[in-house]
DNA sequence: ACCTGAACACCGTTCAAGT
DNA sequence: ACCTGAACACCGTTCAAGT
């Protein structure tokens, strides 16, 4: 799924890390057994337990190590995240007729990879993804949307809508997964907002007492977001050049 | 704007807190107080500066003082965030004619107001709003969507859809402004972007390479957000019953 | 050239003790 | 009833000193 053997991309200057890493000895440190530790951390026991010294710990060294090889929290976490968008499978060739679908699968795909590694997902948050396997990402969205033949301006707001919602529905989803345990859990938060919302005051929240069914609704499988999905593709198509 | 004189609504019961807080004396803390200057600091030095031993010190006392009152900094943060969006006018009586106007002047309104409070949109995120405004807001919402006709269900979803959008770019447009400092710099930012992508490898990033220039188009002004609503919009206006 | 212990300057939260 | 000093168990990052 990776490109590892193909030539390094130039990295945009203001994200340039000072070129502190060399070539690694027997079993030393580097970037990538970092982000490695780091992201099974992640997996394991959440982002927040994710710190330097966790990470450098699994690694069975002291946190001030990971510092020459990689320049900050922040760069470690670009570069699991890289490696997580990487996770996401590539379809079949654009087409044409096909490009709603298409672009809704790109989207079920992340949505699907993300999920997988808890509340990863936040920190992916306002990071305009710059690393390699992003960047494949969106080469992919931009053919599919230029296959169905939309502006190019279109597609390219799109480039960066797309991809908000979808990580902001995995964020908020994960919450809700790390909040509640199992899914009776989450069967009864639902439960307890729906009656909260029926029970405010009629006279103040007319819509919010008579909606409380629908506003509650779709919170525990995919309806949700498809939902969003389709609002998003009806509306790209809607966009004049 | 606020509603302070109306009776206080019943507090979702997961969400309650142990009811700690008493009648205030002469110059004692309060909710309200210390909310205040929560929200003061963050307005001065972002929302990383506002530590619970920051807003003591503001308030002249120590951190485990604000405990009395708060039973989290989580729990500080949503009255903050309550507090801002109450901030937010409220516009006309809703109008069957113009319900697309009137839901985008909504979310411009939105914008308008976290945009003056820094990066406190992150803080916004996947937390369900459920203070006094929130609740005012989501409601006006759905009056407007409802006087335009759509069917329920899609007027639940578009509640939650909506604030995602707009909050998730008032924390994208709050980190373009920490980053770079002057409107030039944001200028130079987008310009080394777009040189980027025009500089990557064509054979690999044929799409990336040939839309350099409107995948960061947009970036200061309104255009980008007015195409996200605009996306919506349409796109809600299209969606079955 | 790479790695590290110890330190710096912080966090949120708790709790015994005060008034 | 309310407030607080001090402590607990952490953070990210730096840096002099080691090998």
Chains 1, 2 share one sequence.
Not at 94 to 115: C, G, M, N, T, Y
Not at 217 to 232: H, I, N, T
Request: charged share 25%; hydrophobic share 40%.
């Amino acid at each position: 799924v990776t490109s590892s053997d193909l030539p390094p991309l130039p990295r945009l200057a203001s994200r340039r890390s000072r070129d502190r890493r060399r070539a690694p000895r027997e079993r030393a440190l580097s970037r990538e057994a970092i982000a490695k530790a780091a992201l099974e951390i992640v997996d394991r026991e959440g982002l927040d337990a994710m710190t330097m010294r966790s990470v450098a710990q699994a690694l069975g060294t002291g946190a001030a190590s990971l510092y020459a090889h990689v320049t900050s929290k922040e760069e470690l976490l670009e570069l699991v995240i890289d490696g997580v968008i990487g996770e996401v499978p590539t379809p079949d060739q654009p087409d044409p007729d096909r490009w709603q679908e298409q672009l809704k699968e790109v989207a079920r795909s992340i949505r699907a990879v993300f999920s997988r590694h808890r509340d990863l997902a936040r920190a992916s948050f306002a990071r305009i993804p710059l690393g390699e396997n992003a960047l494949r990402g969106s080469e992919l969205m931009i053919s599919i949307m230029r296959a169905g033949g939309l502006p190019d301006q279109v597609i390219a707001y799109a480039c960066d809508m797309l991809p908000l919602y979808v990580m902001a529905v995995c964020y908020e989803e994960s919450l809700y997964s790390t909040e509640t345990n199992s899914p009776a859990d989450l069967a009864d938060f639902v439960a307890e907002m729906r009656t909260y919302f029926a029970s405010l005051p009629p006279n103040r929240f007319p819509n919010l007492v008579s909606l409380a069914g629908p506003l509650t609704a779709g919170s525990e499988g995919d309806e949700r977001f498809e939902f969003g999905l389709e609002v998003l593709v009806r509306g790209l198509a809607a966009m004049p050049g």
